[in-house]
């Protein structure tokens, strides 16, 4: 069965000129980055031009950009990093309700450390409002991370008026720019962002490739201690090959992010708006206006995602959900209740994220095989029958 | 991550529906911890006529109800309250390790219909379940589940809902009720 592919948010396929990239990093490039002689020039070489594309498409410098294994290590990078890195000056963190378990897990490590934090909340449509930053800062405040989009509900956060909130009070800000990165323009002077993660497989790089804007002048402490590498900042053998193909897909994302937008947003609004119609008691999740260009998420009522998922997938369509079921931790996602949503409808969440190539014929496929496939896991659910039976009396 | 059979009994689940004139009927679960199931039985001379039952949940909640239903109809009441959660399990060629405990309720939503049956059958009150009690915990992980336990699940795990007993000899936790310590092998009971 030919698949159709709507799990972006999970990883993007490698583009082909990225595993041209990969392929001769890994069979022509023998040295080690950090060795003198031509085979370790080589490969600094390959890591600097990483570097260069990489600083290219959010507007850094290349002397800013550390690369790490993933985005989930940026994120540690940076809360922990800065954190540390400022705890003369205060030990107050803030971060918003809807951060990635990396942010949100970093927090509660550091609170073992004697940190102490404060989480801001989120509208029903996902969005923090600065002014709720700003109530949130006291004087022991040293950083402030909140995401550029969350890649469960699609909204894109007010990052800029953000970070001019906390530069007023001289606190540093980080954006976990994961699932904008490579998609949505970002630039991190016009942010005024301090720190800003990124991940190579949001943007058809390769899984593992992933890297951390510092804004220089920043302190911030290493999370792996070892040589020289990445300024004494991030130890260990540089993964050449990853590396190389993330700059590669930073230079790609950055020539073709028009075209790319361009041809999905209109599949994303054909989504957002013939999907609630076709199976009725839909919601859809995170801002209609603030949105990433690739991303349509709902909640179904009366189902829960995992079921959903596994009917679409036999169905030759591959999404992710961020039900209870779906998830290790079998908990119904944090990012939903946080905007409102009961634990019921949060089970029914279904995200579809697209890449580039998928067609409307793709999106009508979808569109067709939805309806039977919610319609017979209704049939079996009992939460749907108290709702027919309760509306009946 | 299933087994064909979980995703046979998935795609194809037998005995789906509600009997409307029920003897007995027992709910197992909440939209909190991700599954619900319903089951309905007819019961005729102490034997399970007929099963049906309804499931908010996952894939491996879906097929195991679909195994139950099939495992009892037919069954004394007596065979069909020894069908347990694990041999449910078996008979799907197994589940996921995470899957076990929070999705394999079958059996228990099946026993509730008979216990509903029994009480009605008696002119017992029907009985409510008792609410689960979460406690505070430092975040560790379920030995069973491998689930990360947050602070609410001291002795509790909310995904295979395992009740714990710290041990006193090391201060891991056991399953409530074991004799011997999972970690130290030292008795639970000092």
């Known amino acids: 069965m030919r698949r159709r592919y709507f799990d972006r948010i999970a990883a993007t396929p490698l583009h082909p000129e990225v595993l041209e990239v990969m392929r001769s990093a890994l069979g022509d490039v023998t040295g080690n980055p950090q060795s003198l002689h031509a085979e370790g020039r080589r490969a600094l070489d390959a890591v600097e031009a990483a570097r260069e594309e990489v600083a290219g498409l959010v507007g850094a410098q290349s002397s800013e950009i550390y690369f790490t294994s993933s985005g989930t290590e940026a994120n540690n990078f940076a809360v922990k990093g800065l954190a540390l890195g400022q705890q003369a000056r205060g030990r107050h963190i803030v971060v918003s309700a809807i951060e990635h378990s990396s942010v949100l897990n970093s927090v509660k490590a550091l609170a073992k450390q004697g940190f102490s934090s404060t989480i801001v909340p989120v509208d029903r449509s996902g969005r923090v409002d600065p002014a709720d930053v700003e109530k949130a800062l006291t004087k022991e405040t040293v950083l402030v991370s909140v995401m550029t989009a969350n890649s469960e509900v699609g909204t894109v956060q007010p990052v800029a008026a953000i970070a001019a909130v906390c530069r007023a009070r001289g606190v540093l800000v980080h954006t976990d720019a994961v699932a904008a990165a490579g998609s949505i323009p970002l630039d991190v002077k016009t942010l005024g962002v301090d720190a800003l993660s990124l991940a190579g497989d949001q943007f058809y790089g390769p899984k593992g490739s992933a890297a951390l804007f510092v804004r220089n002048g920043v302190r911030i402490l290493p999370l792996i201690d070892g040589g020289i590498q990445e300024g004494g900042r991030r130890g260990g053998t540089e993964n050449v090959a990853g590396i190389a193909g993330m700059g590669r897909a930073a230079r790609l994302a950055q020539q073709e992010m028009g075209a790319r937008t361009a041809a999905l947003v209109p599949l994303r609004d054909r989504l957002l708006e013939e999907l609630p119609g076709r199976v009725g008691h839909v919601i859809v999740t995170g801002s209609r206006t603030e949105r990433l260009p690739y991303h349509a998420s709902f909640c179904i009522e009366f189902v829960e995602g995992e079921g959903m998922l596994l009917s679409l997938d036999m169905k030759g369509v591959a999404v992710s959900s961020g039900s209870a079921c779906t998830s290790k931790a079998l908990k119904a996602s944090h990012v939903l209740l946080a905007m409102g949503l009961d634990h019921a409808t949060a089970q029914g969440s279904l995200v579809f994220s697209l890449i580039d190539g998928t067609s409307v014929e793709d999106v009508d496929y979808v569109l067709d095989v939805f309806p039977p496939a919610i319609e017979r896991l209704r049939g079996m659910s009992p939460l749907y029958t108290q709702y027919l039976k309760e509306r009946g009396s | ?190």
């Open chain 2, 1 to 190: 991550m299933y087994s064909d059979k979980v995703m046979e009994h998935f795609a194809n689940p037998r005995n789906v529906g509600v009997l409307a004139n029920a003897d007995g009927v027992g709910q197992v679960g909440n939209p909190v911890c991700g599954d619900m199931m319903t089951f309905y039985i007819k019961v005729k001379d102490d034997r399970l006529e007929d099963v049906k039952f309804q499931t908010f949940g996952c894939g491996a909640a879906i097929a195991v109800s679909s195994m139950v239903s099939e495992m009892a109809k037919g069954k004394t009441l007596g065979e069909a309250m020894a069908i347990t959660n694990d041999l449910v399990a078996e008979e799907l060629g197994g589940l996921p390790k995470n899957k076990m405990h929070c999705s394999n309720l079958g059996a228990d939503a099946l026993h509730e219909a008979i216990k509903n049956f029994q009480d009605k059958r008696d002119g017992r009150a029907p009985r409510e379940a008792a609410p689960m009690e979460l406690h505070e915990h430092e975040g560790s992980v379920c030995p069973y589940c491998d689930n990360a336990l947050q602070e609410e699940e001291k002795i509790f795990c909310r995904a295979c809902r395992v009740e714990f007993e710290e041990c006193p000899s090391c201060g891991g936790i056991t399953k409530k009720g074991d004799e011997k310590c999972l970690h130290c092998g030292k008795p639970m009971k000092g």
